[in-house]
């Protein structure tokens, strides 16, 4: 199983709708973070928390919203969902304190089609 | 404004050839840089280098960093059509992951 699963790993909505990304993780780590890739942009961070009680904005926030439920678990909502929001998405988690540095690991990612 | 390129954007080799990735920066109070493979959809952790740790390697697959020069090259001997897949590299600079800044990656197709 992985260390970090997100549901759904497919979702076409249409525009305007809400959309929920789920994201639970089994490493223990404190830090979760929401990407986005696009074709030629690369990875861009989106949000990130580093407890429960942590929210932070990252590069690109405008449009979604996020909550950390507990330390395991980490969603992305769409609130409205617009077509430029059709990316690959993906979680990850970090634990600085159990010596990786820097190091994220990456879920298996959520394609996201916004019609 | 901190920046990573990675070098080329595509390769195509064949199996067997050895290549090359690059990877430069300009990233302020620079902490570590770290290689993925990403094949169909998470990247996967490959190293982590820091200045205290400059030279990674794994079997085939070896890494270093130029802190002066600012670059870090990925090596990979022997090409099997496995290590097909896109090689992402990141810089981190202090003050932990959040600020971790991707390249856009190397597609890099091994043929038969």
């Known amino acids: 199983d992985a260390d970090v699963t997100q549901t759904p790993r497919n979702r076409i909505t249409k525009t305007g709708k809400r959309i929920m990304l789920e994201c639970s993780q089994t490493?223990?780590?404190?830090?979760m973070y929401w990407y986005r890739q696009d074709p030629g942009l690369g990875l861009r961070l989106i949000y990130y928390?580093?407890?429960?009680?942590?929210?932070n904005k990252g590069e690109i926030s405008d449009g979604y919203s996020v909550s950390r439920q507990a330390q395991a678990k980490f969603s992305l909502s769409l609130e409205s969902a617009i077509p430029n929001q059709t990316a690959l998405y993906f979680c990850?988690?970090?634990?600085?304190?159990?010596?990786?540095?820097?190091?994220?690991?990456f879920g298996e990612g959520s394609w996201l089609t916004v019609v | 404004e901190d920046k990573v390129v990675q070098s080329p954007l595509s390769l195509v080799v064949h199996e067997g050839d050895t290549v090359t990735l690059n990877c430069s920066y300009e990233?302020?109070?620079?902490?570590?840089l770290l290689w993925y493979k990403q094949e169909k959809k998470a990247p996967t952790f490959l190293f982590m280098l820091?200045?205290?740790?400059i030279e990674k390697k794994s079997g085939r697959l070896s890494s270093i960093l130029d802190k002066k020069e600012l670059f870090s090259i990925l090596n990979i001997t022997a090409t099997q059509t496995g290590d097909s897949a896109v090689y992402l590299c990141?810089?981190?600079?202090?003050?932990?992951?959040?600020?971790?800044?991707f390249g856009k990656g190397t597609k890099l197709t091994v043929n038969p």
């Open positions: 990850a988690t970090s634990d600085p304190a159990k010596g990786g540095g820097n190091t994220i690991y």
């Open positions: 490493k223990g780590h404190d830090r």
């Open positions: 928390s580093f407890d429960v009680k942590d929210i």
């Open positions: 990233v302020t109070n620079f902490r570590s």
């Open positions: 820091t200045s205290s740790g």
């Open positions: 990141a810089v981190g600079p202090q003050g932990g992951s959040e600020k971790l800044v």
